[in-house]
């Protein structure tokens, strides 16, 4: 079974820039499918950035489409997402999910990391 672990998250202002990190564990991901989603409060949770299992190809919500970056790394079995030009409206909780290639929704979970953006 697959563990996810994130960190990074903090409080900035309003343009700064955060990078979020996500540890996996228990077995390799490199045949999942990682994504990145956020909850601000009262607010449903949203995606925010996907990476297929090869690495070949990402994909962003408009909202920080040109401002993050989803990365992963096999050998250290972690993803990143660079979040740059930070804005209030980004402050939520930051989850990391993974979903194995034969599976249609992300069915494992991280805790959850704070971002809050101030203005």
């Known amino acids: 079974q697959v563990q996810l672990v994130e960190s990074g998250g903090g409080l900035v202002q309003a343009g700064d820039s955060l990078r979020l990190s996500c540890a996996a564990s228990g077995r390799t991901v490199s045949s999942y499918a990682m994504a990145w989603f956020r909850q601000a409060p009262g607010k449903e949770r949203e995606f925010v950035a996907g990476?297929?299992?090869?690495?070949?190809?990402?994909n962003y919500a408009d909202s920080v489409k040109g401002r993050f970056t989803m990365t992963r790394d096999y050998a250290k079995n972690t993803v990143d997402l660079q979040m740059n030009s930070l804005k209030p409206e980004d402050t939520a909780v930051y989850y990391c999910a993974a979903r194995e290639v034969r599976e249609t929704v992300y069915n494992v979970w991280g805790q959850g990391t704070q971002v809050t953006v101030s203005s």
């Open positions: 990476i297929t299992w090869s690495g070949d190809r990402t």
